[in-house]
């Protein structure tokens, strides 16, 4: 089992930056792929970006724009996303996810960029 945990989501305004944290624990050593998602009222959940071992992958919406690493020791202990030059559609409920021996996720933080 793996557990999730996000954080450091918030307010901000358009043109600002945020940095969200996913804290894994348990089975981390079975990881081989975490990924973030969002999803914005009304909408389907949509993959932002995702990690594995050296590759990154992006969506079209975020690319350029928003960066996922691990933490220094390159495990899975920690995700990061780092986000600049937010926009109001980047307003949506972020979530973490690892994949494994299973699919895992977080409860999600909130982003709220205001225009």
């Known amino acids: 089992q793996v557990q999730l945990v996000e954080s450091g989501g918030g307010l901000v305004q358009a043109g600002g930056s945020l940095r969200l944290s996913c804290a894994a624990s348990?089975?981390?050593?079975?990881?081989?792929?975490i990924a973030w998602y969002r999803q914005a009222p009304g909408q389907e959940r949509e993959m932002v970006a995702t990690i594995r071992s050296g590759d990154r992958n992006y969506a079209d919406s975020v690319r350029g724009r928003f960066t996922i690493y691990r933490d220094k020791n390159n495990n899975w202990g920690r995700v990061y996303l780092q986000m600049n030059s937010l926009k109001p559609e980047d307003t949506a409920v972020y979530y973490c996810?690892?994949?494994?021996?299973?699919?895992?996720w977080g409860q999600g933080t909130q982003v709220t960029v205001s225009s």
């Open positions: 348990g089975s981390t050593d079975s990881i081989n792929v």
């Open positions: 996810s690892a994949f494994g021996r299973g699919v895992y």
